[in-house]
């Protein structure tokens, strides 16, 4: 349960709040470098913290991230000829660089210097790994460019997908911090998706569907470990690192690609969930990458043309009664992004905390709560740097693996936790 | 015409969900198990809370090991000092939290644990001032009390337990 302040301190990322002020001390996932393919490509319309911009490429390849509406009378730049350097409104042929300087204003004379006078707010976007990035905080604060682990592997090795979420970051967060709802929600699919099945860690989840947790509070956030029985007295250990504000990687099964989430708000009633896939030592295979381009593990099927998942709210999330009473799905929604978005967006649009009665099994979801409330109070009055924002933090690894039961997974896992370069997962 | 799930999922449906107690204040016993938590128990009691209680588990010596059961009659104080019975404390709670300072003995989470076991309570361990201890310590509090939490939580700082007793409607 939170206190209603609690929840709107959480949930409120706009400008101006205290936890849009944590997410804009780090780089965030905005487009997909394939957004912007090529140089003088169309601009794309970007919500991200509750600010409405427009990210184009130049003519040189430079990105770009601006305000959504010219300075002059407040079309959308959507509209723009990216051409010749620049973005120009189609209106009356103002035009604008990647830092959103006005560069012509052609109803004035060069001279006047008028179109120097013009400004629009920009932020920096780079590229990194198959992501555009993006920094929204003072420029003086600016982290070193993002380590994410998916991000710095060869190409080949890596694949992303997003998707809208109808619902606020929090919750759709929250959904990947808990480690205790893969042995319902999505028990139907273990044993047969693509990127998950053959895994003899599967078999553990199966059998055993009152995990135990461990949590261990790291420098950049939390290390949350669910053990469940193994043969002979041991413990089949789950390891989900999350770092703050809102990243986390799902512990691997057999040699499947590793894969994991961001939920970057778009506003306050919806986000984006970002997905990624990568493997530490070999490139993906066709096989796999046409699986997480159909949709399988944790990515999805789109609306043609768009990022909306195809099962969505509109059409009941494709709900098969007759599957769940058969027991194919456990929920009666297929895949295991629409199982969690669709139970994640009936909560509303911003769930209602003041009413939940969590578990002490819940302790992971609290304690993230907790870091976060703490690290935006410490930014906001303090201007202390918050967890996460350090490269170093960023390093990390998810685990599966079966240990002695004396043995904690922090002292177990200790190496295989450190995302290390040419080194494989350590998984079961 | 739309779904019904998108009609359902809006801001002003949610003005519409039901507006009432639908839980009843859970009966949470917290127990210090040494010195340094409870310190740390006993500040923490004297917040006002609804349904928390808050103990200490006094020394370990000269009590008969568990399963000898009437020696567990003695095995909690409150915090004014006096003798509670165990068992009635735990058949009356809805979950056990044991607090630890790392690098302590834990062993008295051992006779918790087995009454908790007894009266299928749940049991949640939290281990405090982790920051100020080394690993080696931290692991050997881990290992003390695995077998006897089915959470068990490693907080930076002590507030965290009372931010997680809030969280649980204590």
Same mark, same amino acid.
Do not use: L, M
């Given at each position: 349960m939170l206190r209603k302040e609690q929840n709107d301190l959480l949930t409120q990322s706009g400008p101006g709040t205290p936890m849009g002020q944590l997410f804009r001390s780090y780089w965030l996932p905005v487009l997909m470098a394939s957004e912007l393919a090529e140089n003088e490509c169309p601009p794309v319309r970007v919500k991200i913290l509750s600010e409405r911009l427009l990210a184009f490429r130049d003519t040189e390849g430079r990105y770009g991230l601006v305000d959504e509406f010219c300075a002059h009378r407040g079309v959308s730049l959507w509209f723009g000829r990216n051409e010749e350097h620049g973005l120009r409104c189609p209106y009356h042929g103002w035009k604008y660089d990647v830092t959103g300087q006005?560069?012509? #204003? +052609? !109803?004035? +004379? #060069?001279? !006047?210097?008028?179109? *120097?006078k013009i400004k629009l707010k920009s932020y920096p976007l780079i590229k990194r790994g198959p992501v555009l990035w993006t920094y929204m905080g003072p420029a003086d604060k600016q982290p070193p460019l993002p380590e994410w682990e998916f991000a710095t592997v060869p190409a080949e090795q890596s694949f992303i997908s997003k998707r809208l979420q109808e619902c606020n970051w929090l919750q759709a967060m929250e959904g990947g911090i808990d480690s205790s709802h893969v042995s319902f929600l999505h028990r139907g699919d273990l044993g047969t998706d693509p990127l998950f099945k053959g895994a003899k860690g599967n078999q553990y989840n199966l059998s055993d569907t009152r995990p135990h947790f461990e949590v261990v509070e790291q420098p950049g956030g939390l290390y949350i470990g669910a053990r469940r029985n193994a043969e002979n007295g041991n413990y089949y250990w789950r390891i989900t690192p999350w770092v703050m504000p809102t990243f986390t990687m799902i512990p691997p099964r057999a040699d499947h690609p590793i894969h994991g989430h961001f939920w970057i708000p778009i506003d306050d009633e919806n986000c984006w969930a970002w997905t990624y896939d990568f493997h530490p030592v070999r490139a993906l295979t066709e096989r796999e990458v046409q699986a997480m381009k159909d949709g399988a593990g944790v990515h999805c099927k789109y609306v043609p043309g768009t990022f909306r998942p195809l099962a969505n709210k509109d059409n009941d999330y494709l709900m098969d009664r007759a599957a769940q009473k058969a027991g194919k799905t456990y929920s009666g929604v297929a895949g295991f992004a629409s199982q969690d978005a669709s139970l994640q967006e009936s909560m509303g649009p911003v769930c209602d905390r003041t009413k939940e009665n969590l578990v002490s099994t819940d302790n992971g979801i609290i304690m993230a709560r907790h870091r976060l409330m703490r690290a935006a109070k410490a930014l906001v009055e303090k201007g202390v740097k918050p967890p996460g924002v350090d490269p170093e933090h960023q390093r990390v690894r998810s685990v599966s693996i079966v240990l002695p039961p004396d043995q904690a997974f922090k002292d177990g896992a200790r190496e295989a936790l450190i995302g290390r370069p040419g080194v494989a997962q350590t998984t079961v | 015409m739309q779904s019904e799930s998108a009609r359902m999922t809006t801001a002003a449906e949610a003005r519409y969900r039901i507006d009432y107690p639908n839980s009843k204040p859970r009966a949470i016993k917290v127990v210090a198990l040494d010195p340094p938590s409870e310190a740390v128990v006993k500040r923490l009691a004297q917040r006002p809370w609804q349904q928390a209680t808050f103990f200490t588990a006094p020394k370990l010596e000269g009590v008969p090991k568990s399963g000898d059961g009437p020696s567990m009659k003695a095995w909690l104080s409150d915090l004014a000092g006096r003798t509670k019975d165990l068992i009635d404390e735990v058949a009356t709670a809805d979950l056990v939290v044991m607090v630890s300072s790392a690098g302590t003995n834990a062993e008295a989470a051992a006779v918790i644990a087995e009454a908790c076991n007894v009266r299928k309570v749940m049991t949640t361990a939290l281990i405090i001032? =982790?920051? =100020? *201890?080394?690993d080696e310590e931290l692991s050997k509090s881990l290992a003390a009390l695995r077998p006897y939490a089915s959470m068990l939580v490693i907080a930076g700082n002590d507030d965290y337990i009372e931010e997680m007793l809030v969280a649980l409607r204590a």
């Open positions: 006005c560069i012509d #204003v +052609p !109803s004035e +004379p #060069v001279e !006047s210097g008028f179109c *120097k | 001032g =982790s920051e =100020s *201890k080394s």
